[in-house]
């Protein structure tokens, strides 16, 4: 299949390293598709060669700059046995002066690739963490009247079916359901998944001022911490971070510790 012109050219900014935070997130959801991941990966590898090919391009360009004047003189000069300052310097002074230069322009290439092609930001790291929380892991507590078993099969049906628009709709259509920090963890997790970052964050803070259930809590302060980075709010997602990696058993502690050492 023959990709449109706009995710060619979102490949190849993503290759250059020139994708802004929404094309970020937009590449992200690209990546999901096969076709767009086949052809990603193959400019990836093409994109390897090229820069291969320009480090050997410019180490041939400074041999023939360099190395002829040393191996001409020793051309004209071969019964030369003694050491003097003519054949000396362009041996010991030449060489390595070519090979010091090819080492330092060859490193700056390779860390200008990679830190054009992977930087570390609060968005990627935000990316990199963050994942969709399973329903399985929700008490929903509530009234046993048909309607809100209906209503929470059906956010529970879209959730798990990736459908977060439907799901946030249907949490939305009732009232009780802000009275369940589990389906509000959902409400979260759904706008964080379609963008309304925003909206995210105000639920999670009202999780967390009322504390209701502990265990809700804590993952409603690394929810949190995720959609600071992906807002990059770097202090505001360090503190949650710092304060979760200082709780040995809290939720995601290995995670917001590694996060903190990435963002120093």
């Known amino acids: 299949m023959i990709l449109k012109d706009k995710d060619q050219v979102l490949i190849q900014k993503r290759l250059e390293g020139r994708l802004n935070t929404e094309e970020i997130l937009l590449f992200k959801e690209r990546l999901e598709s096969p076709d767009f991941k086949e052809e990603y990966e193959f400019q990836q590898s093409l994109y390897a060669v090229t820069l291969e090919q320009k480090r050997d391009s410019l180490l041939a360009s400074l041999?023939?700059?360099?190395?002829?004047?040393?191996?001409?003189?020793?051309?004209?000069?071969?019964?030369?046995?003694?050491?003097?300052?003519?054949?000396?310097?362009?041996?010991r002074w030449y060489v390595p002066a070519m090979a010091a230069t090819v080492l330092l322009l060859i490193g700056l290439g390779i860390t200008r690739w990679s830190s054009e092609t992977d930087p570390i930001t609060p968005v990627t790291l935000y990316e990199e963490y963050f994942k969709v929380l399973p329903t399985k892991y929700i008490i929903v507590?509530?009234?046993?009247?048909?309607?809100?078993?209906?209503?929470?099969?059906?956010?529970?049906?879209?959730?798990?079916?990736?459908?977060?628009e439907q799901a946030i709709e249907y949490i939305l259509d009732n009232?009780?359901?802000?009275?369940s920090d589990g389906i509000q963890l959902l409400l979260a997790s759904a706008y964080l998944k379609t963008n309304e970052t925003d909206k995210a964050i105000n639920v999670l803070q009202t999780i967390i001022a009322e504390n209701d259930t502990p265990n809700y809590t804590e993952q409603a302060k690394w929810y949190l911490a995720l959609a600071y980075l992906k807002n990059e709010k770097k202090d505001a997602a360090k503190t949650l971070l710092i304060e979760i990696s200082k709780q040995a058993n809290s939720y995601q502690n290995d995670s917001a510790k590694q996060i903190l050492q990435q963002l120093e």
């Open 63 to 91: 041999q023939e700059e360099f190395l002829p004047k040393a191996e001409k003189e020793e051309v004209e000069q071969p019964k030369k046995r003694f050491l003097s300052l003519d054949n000396f310097w362009p041996k």
């Open 141 to 164: 507590v509530e009234a046993n009247a048909a309607a809100t078993e209906k209503n929470n099969y059906l956010i529970k049906t879209n959730y798990d079916n990736a459908q977060y």
């Open 175 to 179: 009232p009780s359901n802000q009275e």
